[in-house]
């Protein structure tokens, strides 16, 4: 099993090492030619922004979805090689440098490494990947026999496998010459970060994700966005959220400068100023402060 888990990372990585240098010096590929890469990712967003159906009498039904839900994992693939760009618009897929690729087989690496160190709570099925295939699949059987080893995982152990990558280090080599390494753990820290900070985002309002967010017009409608109604965010809104002021009351150093509005009450109004203040030396009353945890003599 060792030798067999071994040519297939080879292969894998050969693979990878193509699909990269095709990208930067061909045409700009079809989206749909590679499904690993693409069940890969479903596969992160399905971990990291489970579906929780459990959820549905206790908060609502607007808390049942997940990342796979809302499609999630195939926008991960575009941010992921959208984000490095070389500034050259004649080289790669619109001047970028495609990484989903080379992560999605080194998130594969991490979860045979997984397999073989029997860290894993439940067997692979390929029953799970079906479950991350959609209408838009062209060919589902297709699909489902060029998924790699982290999709075929629990949700539980594809994290424990991202976790597993705190212990790849990566060397980049220049001809004879070491050019730097590079600790993959970063890569799942990312990946989750990416999916989460994504997930909660605006992003699934812009609908088909073409041009840049300042090309594209957005309805700000809580409808649109899964997340938005999750959490109840009503949309973006000028200064929502922002720093309104600092607090201060009648006789405090708290609160200093204009005022910019007054928070009525019957007992003692509260000022929303403009400046925050400073503590004055003594203006607290400590004196009948007792140490909770007094120093043994």
């Given at each position: 099993?060792?030798?067999?888990?071994?040519?297939?990372r080879i292969l894998r990585g050969s693979t990878s090492a193509w699909r990269t240098l095709e990208a930067l010096v061909g045409p700009e590929p079809d989206p749909?030619?590679?499904?690993?890469?693409?069940?890969?990712?479903?596969?992160?967003?399905?971990?990291?922004?489970?579906?929780?159906?459990?959820?549905?009498?206790?908060?609502?039904?607007?808390?049942?979805?997940?990342?796979?839900?809302?499609?999630?994992?195939?926008?991960?693939?575009?941010?992921?090689?959208?984000?490095?760009?070389?500034?050259?618009?004649?080289?790669?897929?619109?001047?970028?440098?495609?990484?989903?690729?080379?992560?999605?087989?080194?998130?594969?690496?991490?979860?045979?490494?997984?397999?073989?160190?029997?860290?894993?709570?439940?067997?692979?099925?390929?029953?799970?990947?079906?479950?991350?295939?959609?209408?838009?699949?062209?060919?589902?059987?297709?699909?489902?026999?060029?998924?790699?080893?982290?999709?075929?995982?629990?949700?539980?152990?594809?994290?424990?496998?991202?976790?597993?990558?705190?212990?790849?280090?990566?060397?980049?080599?220049?001809?004879?010459?070491?050019?730097?390494?590079?600790?993959?753990?970063?890569?799942?820290?990312?990946?989750?970060?990416?999916?989460?900070?994504?997930?909660?985002?605006?992003?699934?309002?812009?609908?088909?994700?073409?041009?840049?967010?300042?090309?594209?017009?957005?309805?700000?409608?809580?409808?649109?966005?899964?997340?938005?109604?999750?959490?109840?965010?009503?949309?973006?809104?000028?200064?929502?959220?922002?720093?309104?002021?600092?607090?201060?009351?009648?006789?405090?150093?708290?609160?200093?400068?204009?005022?910019?509005?007054t928070i009525d009450d019957d007992s003692s109004p509260v000022r929303l100023t403009h400046g925050s203040g400073s503590f004055r030396e003594n203006d607290y009353?400590?004196?009948?402060?007792?140490?909770?945890?007094?120093?043994?003599?």
């Amino acid at each position: 099993m060792g030798d067999a888990s071994l040519w297939n990372r080879i292969l894998r990585g050969s693979t990878s090492a193509w699909r990269t240098l095709e990208a930067l010096v061909g045409p700009e590929p079809d989206p749909d030619t590679d499904v690993h890469t693409k069940l890969t990712f479903r596969a992160v967003a399905d971990a990291v922004v489970p579906e929780t159906p459990e959820l549905a009498d206790e908060l609502g039904p607007e808390h049942v979805p997940g990342g796979a839900s809302v499609g999630l994992g195939d926008f991960l693939v575009v941010y992921v090689d959208d984000l490095f760009q070389f500034g050259l618009p004649d080289v790669g897929i619109r001047g970028n440098l495609p990484l989903a690729g080379p992560v999605a087989d080194l998130i594969d690496a991490a979860a045979l490494a997984l397999l073989e160190r029997g860290e894993n709570e439940d067997d692979p099925s390929h029953e799970r990947v079906v479950d991350l295939l959609d209408p838009t699949d062209r060919d589902p059987a297709a699909s489902a026999g060029a998924t790699g080893t982290f999709a075929t995982l629990s949700r539980r152990d594809r994290l424990r496998a991202l976790g597993r990558l705190e212990g790849f280090e990566l060397e980049m080599r220049a001809f004879d010459g070491e050019l730097f390494e590079f600790d993959a753990g970063l890569v799942g820290q990312l990946v989750v970060g990416f999916a989460e900070m994504i997930y909660y985002s605006e992003w699934q309002g812009y609908g088909e994700f073409v041009r840049a967010p300042n090309e594209l017009t957005h309805p700000n409608d809580r409808r649109t966005v899964q997340s938005w109604r999750q959490t109840g965010y009503p949309g973006t809104a000028p200064g929502y959220a922002a720093l309104r002021g600092y607090l201060g009351a009648e006789g405090s150093t708290l609160g200093d400068g204009e005022t910019w509005t007054t928070i009525d009450d019957d007992s003692s109004p509260v000022r929303l100023t403009h400046g925050s203040g400073s503590f004055r030396e003594n203006d607290y009353d400590t004196s009948d402060y007792e140490e909770p945890y007094p120093e043994v003599a």
